[in-house]
């Protein structure tokens, strides 16, 4: 731990004095300051995607190369940033407003692609998002290229005597609000990038947000706005540039670890669940009914099974036809949803049938279930657009007594759904 806290020591210290020998740089050569600050940053952003893509083979993340790319690009349109930069005079026609320009592309291209990386977080690389992929960012920057350089289109940044003008100011505040939305979406996402990864992300956003409010209120391209602006940027390449790091040298099976373990819950899902009403399966119904049912019998709770049938179903599917008897039940499965609790264990129990568990709920008392249910399918509007008319259900129910096992509880259920279907349907039925 102390060795640990006296290499956060010294790191401080060391880039205490950089940051300080580059503010007294920045007074004696200007120019000088914001190269070395500008190709620095770029080494960042070139050396990230050389990482990311060095590493797709372990990584497999299409999350990896989009967001390098994206990185990758703004780093190109910096460095011509740089070159054109008033005062450098490398090229002629070099002013503020140029180089203005070219930096609102790069910080639009930069957090575009992170924008839009956090959407494709869980995708696996494959061989056609490369190709997007390389494709679409040498696109966008040669939109950049020639409507700045070819056919000056570009809206006016900087004037000189007047400074930014409103357009870029605007910009500026709308790529930080969009910094900040994607602060939010990565949070939501934390736990897919892992602890560092997502520190990492979040300090470069948040690096940048400060980046563009600074540049925002600066009006002379050599005062300490700008100064500080450029400080700002460079951190927000450098933690980009650890992120890439941490992900793909050091750590790189986080990301991909957390892809395959959400995946793995939503095929557990898949194979628990039923597809149509997004109750549990039969099979995985049974199982959970069963474990409440072993509960309530050593704790002596109260324990009840409900299991509903929609009345002539078989003349709803031979009116209507099989999508709509689908579309029928998924509609009562949203009845059943919003009569029952959350903790109430629900399931389709095949075809048209339900079945359900209210936790420690009697026998008895599951009959106010069971009429609370038809009585809102009853009471529930059907627009002009439903394929079918209004239906009814049939009950049945059983619940825990004496030495009566599971099994037989479910068997009496069954028995009361087939004797509310005798007596006339459209009724609760209890076999206590």
Not at 197 to 215: A, D, Q, V, W
Not at 255 to 278: A, M, P, R, S, V
Request: hydrophobic share 45%; with cysteine; net charge positive.
């Amino acid at each position: 731990m102390k060795t640990k806290n006296f290499k956060i020591l010294y790191l401080t210290l060391i880039l205490g004095a950089a940051a300080v020998g580059l503010y007294f740089l920045s007074d004696f050569n200007y120019i000088l300051f914001h190269t070395l600050i500008e190709f620095t940053s770029i080494v960042f952003g070139v050396c990230s995607f050389i990482i990311a893509v060095s590493t797709t083979y372990i990584t497999k993340n299409v999350f990896m190369v989009l967001l390098s790319t994206g990185i990758f690009t703004s780093s190109l349109l910096d460095f011509l940033y740089t070159l054109f930069y008033k005062g450098l005079n490398i090229f002629k026609g070099s002013d503020s407003n140029l180089s203005a320009q070219l930096w609102v592309s790069a910080r639009f291209v930069q957090i575009a692609g992170i924008f839009a990386a956090v959407f494709i977080i869980d995708m696996i690389l494959t061989r056609r998002y490369i190709i997007i992929t390389s494709v679409l960012f040498p696109i966008v920057f040669a939109v950049f290229i020639a409507t700045i350089f070819i056919f000056p289109i570009f809206p006016v940044c900087y004037i000189e005597g007047y400074g930014q003008t409103q357009f870029k100011v605007i910009t500026e505040y709308l790529l930080s609000s969009l910094a900040a939305v994607s602060i939010i979406l990565y949070t939501l996402k934390k736990q897919k990038l892992g602890k560092q990864n997502y520190r990492f992300i979040i300090l470069s956003l948040s690096f940048f947000i400060l980046s563009e409010l600074s540049f925002t209120i600066y009006t002379d391209i050599y005062g300490f706005f700008n100064i500080l602006g450029h400080y700002f940027k460079l951190a927000s390449f450098y933690f980009i540039y650890r992120f890439f790091i941490e992900t793909n040298l050091r750590d790189p099976f986080t990301i991909l670890f957390n892809n395959l373990k959400g995946t793995n819950e939503k095929l557990q899902f898949i194979t628990t669940h039923d597809n149509l009403t997004g109750f549990l399966n039969q099979s995985s119904a049974l199982d959970e009914i069963k474990k409440q049912f072993e509960i309530a019998k050593r704790f002596k709770k109260p324990f009840s099974v409900i299991i509903i049938d929609i009345d002539d179903f078989k003349e709803l599917n031979k009116q209507s036809g099989h999508p709509f008897g689908d579309r029928a039940i998924k509609y009562l499965s949203k009845i059943i949803k919003n009569s029952v609790r959350d903790v109430d264990i629900k399931g389709r129990y095949g075809g048209d049938e339900f079945i359900i568990s209210p936790l420690e709920v009697s026998a008895a008392n599951a009959i106010t279930i069971s009429q609370k249910i038809q009585e809102n399918l009853d009471l529930a509007l059907i627009s002009e657009e439903t394929p079918f008319e209004k239906f009814q259900i049939s009950t049945g129910i059983s619940g825990i007594r004496g030495k009566r096992t599971f099994d037989e509880i479910i068997d009496k259920a069954e028995k009361a759904l087939l004797k509310s279907k005798k007596l006339g349907k459209n009724r609760v039925t209890l076999i206590r």
